[in-house]
Structure formats: C-alpha cells, structure tokens
C-alpha cells in the first residue's frame, strides 16, 4: 500500500533497518512476500503480490559528509543498485550469494522476473559468515520508483566488541569491555534481544548515529545498546559505563538516539567505583563526558598551588641568605624536637 494505506507504519522496509555485526559473526538472510495483498493497495510489481531483494547501492557520487565504520560500500543518497560484477562488496560475500539476493535465482523456475513478480513469496539465504570490516548500504529494487517509496538499510560490520542477549520479564544485563545494560524483573513486558557495541573512537559512534556531533572530553569508551525502543511500557534500564583513570567526579552520561534526533542529552549521573551509572528508558549512543569548567578549575587550583609553594620556597632562600645565622639556629630548633618531645612524655 501507499503511505497513507500502511499508517501508522511504512510502505516496505528492511528489518532491522541498521544492523551490527562483527567479523567473523553470521548474518541469516531470510524474508517472506505475499500474493494476497489486497488488489487495490498500491505498490511496485504486480497488484496483490509482495517481493523483496537485497542489491548492494551503487558507488558514492559525492561526499556524505558522516563518520563510517572502515570502508563505504554503496552510497545512502543513491537510488541506484550496483553492478554484481563491481569492485564492491556486501559482507565479502561470494557472487553467487549477491546473485542469489538480487534475483532470487536460488529458489526460482523461470517466470516474469523484472520486478520480481514469478519469485518465490519466501526467500532463505542461509547462515553466510561475515569476513570484512566496513559499512554496506543496500536496498530493494523492486519497492523504490525514486519518488515517495524506497527500501533503503545498511549494515555496520566493524571489529570492536559486541555482544546480544535475549532479555525478558526476568531481568538481565548484557557486559561488553567492563559496560553494562541491566534490567531489573518485571522492566522489559516482551523479549528482547539487546545488543552492545563499544567503539574505541568516535568514527565508529558517528557511522551509528549519522552525526559528527559529540560530546567534549569523553572519559569512557562509546557504547552503542539496542534497541532503541526497549518496552512499550517505558520500562528502565541502568547504563555502567567505564570510566578512564582520573577522569574526576564531575561526570555526566550522555545519550543520543533517532527519539532525541541524535543529539546527545545529558543523563543523571552517579559516579562509583571508577564506573558511571545513569538510568534509561531507551537505547542509544552512551558516552561518559567530563566537564570543560570543571578541568580548567582542577588545573587552575594545580597551577595556584604550584605558585605558592615557589613563592614560599623563595622567601625562604632569601630571608636564610639575608638573616646570617638564622639557618643554623633554625636547624638547630629543629634537632631540639625529638628531646622536647621525650621531655614532655616523661612529665606525663
């Protein structure tokens, strides 16, 4: 249907529209269409049918100006697929299976194929083993007319830790590289799998939220949890972030996620044992940021100190210089100590 026959959903999408992975991990392709769609909803192909396929886009035509996780394969602005036989890649994946995604000839006959409308209504690549690092951006070709409809996702392959797990209305947490997400029982209604990715640098927590805007003086690593929807119910979870050495007190934890349009909000904030901990009813970018006002006083009151005990040390070296004989009864004042000491113990 069109975007007023679907609402309050979309015309046709890919399911997790931005989905990480690792190297080395596994992504199982599969989808479903339909032949009983109802004849006067609008759509591509043949009325009543439902068909998809995944096409790597075709190479940048210019500068998209946002952080990517390694290499760019195919272009977020194009509406244009890629050749097969290109120099790109999707997953380093074999041409068979780029094939076998762009025109399903795996599981088809023969039949109107030009927009897909004599392919199977179901579609399983299988488990393929993901071995390249970078950022793919594919779509279908058969649900974009390059005006109000396109099938557009990418997928974020990068070699930082990451880890999922399926939590429920039990509780859980989910650990990667000293970060966590918990959930106490009773917060998540349904099953949820969430996921954790932590970035070493901020290239990698751009190529997610599509923004070169990031908080100043991070002091722990970008931690990425999904989904960013974790209840409808608006249960909460605890963010723990790992703090650097010497990163202070005056701390805060900042969120960014499409909700926020992914500017970063400051979080409340309580700082324990090296970690920063802040609640959330949603997923995101988290990051651990110190205060710019607070380092410059840190360094303010270091640099006073530092002042003052030269100024002290050189009065000192002076007056000694100056007063002749002073240093002498000034040491010997000190020897005395110890022996007043003992004196006055001896009274007691």
Known sequence: ?????????????????????????????????????????????QAGTDRSNIVLLRSPNYPEGNGRAGPSNGHWGNNYPAHLDSNQTLLG?????????????NLQRGGEMSELDDAGTYFDLGPRKVTQVGTYYYLCTRNNNFSNRDQKSKIIVQSNPYSNMRVGALGGSVTVSNNII????AALTSPVIVEIVVFQNTSGAQAITNSANT???????FTWVGPQQFSSSGGMATIQLELTE?????VQVYR???????????LDTTIANGMASAQTSSGGMFVAASSKTAIAAIATVLVVLVVLATIITVTLVVYFRVKKGAWGKFKTAVKSVPKLRRHVAGKV
Do not use: K
């Not at 960014?256 to 400051?266: D, I, L, R």
């Open 1 to 45: 249907g069109n975007i007023v026959q679907v609402y309050p959903g979309v015309e046709y999408d890919f399911v997790p529209d931005v989905l990480l992975a690792s190297v080395n991990s596994y992504i199982h392709v599969q989808w479903t269409g339909s032949n009983t769609n109802p004849q006067d909803n609008a759509g591509q192909g």
């Open 246 to 250: 010497g990163s202070g007190l005056d």
């Open 215 to 221: 908080p100043d003086n991070p002091v722990s690593q």
């Open 256 to 266: 960014a996620n499409e909700a926020s349009g992914w500017v970063y909000q400051a």
């Open 182 to 185: 918990s959930f106490t029982p």
């Open 93 to 105: 994946w074999s041409r068979v299976d780029r094939q076998a995604l762009a025109v399903l000839d």
